[in-house]
Each structure stands twice: as C-alpha cells, then as structure tokens.
C-alpha cells in the first residue's frame, strides 16, 4: 500500500515491491501454462465440467472424456491444489504493490485485495468436491454437483472481473504516462 500522508516513502520497498509483482505474475504464468499442459486437450474442455450444474451434465463430460481424459484431469489436481494461492498473491501483490489501485478509496482497494483470494478459495471447494464426486463411483448426486459449479462461477466471475479492472488499470496508466511525455 502507499505511505499515508504522514508517512515517508520507504526507498527498499519502493524497490522491493515490482519485484514482487513481477514474481507473482511469473509464478502464476507458469503455473497457469503447466495446467494447460495437463488439461488443455481434454474435449470438452474442462469448463464444461466445472461448470456442470446438474449429475447428468457432469456424468456426461466425464464420459465423454473417458478413462484417459478421467486420468489427465485427475493429474491436474497435483498441481491445481496450488494454483488458488498462486493467484490469490498473485491479485494481492499487483492490488497492494503496483501502485495502479493505489488511487482508489481504502474499501475499494480492500475489495480488490480479497478478489482472488475469495475466487481461490471458491477453487479449492470446487476441486475438493470434484475429487470427491469422481471417486463416488456412480453415486455421483445432485448437492455437491451444483455446489462445485457454484463455487466454479463465483471464482470465474472474479477472475474476470479482477482481469477486467487490472487491464482497465493498465491502459489508464498508460495513456496517463504517455500523455505525461506530450
């Protein structure tokens, strides 16, 4: 966060702070890349299973993946256990230390910070559900089916809207830094 207007600017951190971005961003660039690895060739794709609202629609995706695809999207799990905190730094970092938010009134900015911590948490309660239904060997039922496609929506819909905000950000910064140079 900014120093408040009685606060000096501390110099290492102002040094410290695009590092940590730049960290984050790398992190979850690979991170996002080796699961696109994993389940990248699933048909369909793996949004159609998480968000699968009903038994039928989810039995359907799995079998028309079939054992193999079962078995790829399982491996993700590995790796996906990981991802949520991944991004959830990943939306604290540019939030708190890229200065782009750092305009904004101190809920807002709150706001933004819990973005992708929330949309991961909504992560783990999806697969930890989805792992569960795929080894419940045909019982697969209603409740936990719509939840998991709950929780998937709920972090989708965060991620787009963080996504959004950032690269609105982004281009505002931008246009301000080159219309600075005019």
């Known amino acids: 966060m ?5 606060e000096a600017p501390d110099p290492a951190a102002a040094r410290v702070r695009p590092a940590i971005v730049a960290l984050a961003s790398i992190a979850f660039i690979a991170s996002q890349a080796n699961l696109l690895r994993i389940v990248g060739p699933l048909t369909p794709s793996i949004l159609a299973l998480q968000l699968a609202f ?3 629609a989810f ?3 799995l079998s028309r993946w079939g054992e193999a695809g079962i078995a790829r999207y399982r491996e993700h799990f590995a790796y996906d256990m990981a991802h949520p905190f991944i991004y959830g730094a990943l939306g604290v970092a540019w939030v708190r230390w890229s200065g782009l938010f750092a305009a904004l009134p ?4 709150r706001a933004w910070t819990v973005a992708l ?5 909504c992560d783990l309660v999806e697969n930890a559900l989805h792992w569960t239904l795929l080894g419940s060997a045909g019982a697969i039922t209603a ?11 709920v972090k989708w819909g965060l991620a787009v809207l963080f996504a959004a905000g950032l690269v609105r950000r982004l281009v505002a910064a931008a246009f301000a830094s080159a219309a600075s140079r005019v």
Not at 143 to 153: E, G, Q, R
């Open 143 to 153: 409740f936990p089916v719509a939840l998991a496609a709950t929780a998937a929506s």
């Open 106 to 109: 101190s809920w807002r900015r």
């Open 117 to 121: 911590p929330v949309a991961g948490a």
């Open 54 to 56: 009903t038994p039928d």
């Open 59 to 61: 039995t359907d995706v």
């Open 2 to 6: 900014p120093p408040s207007a009685d």
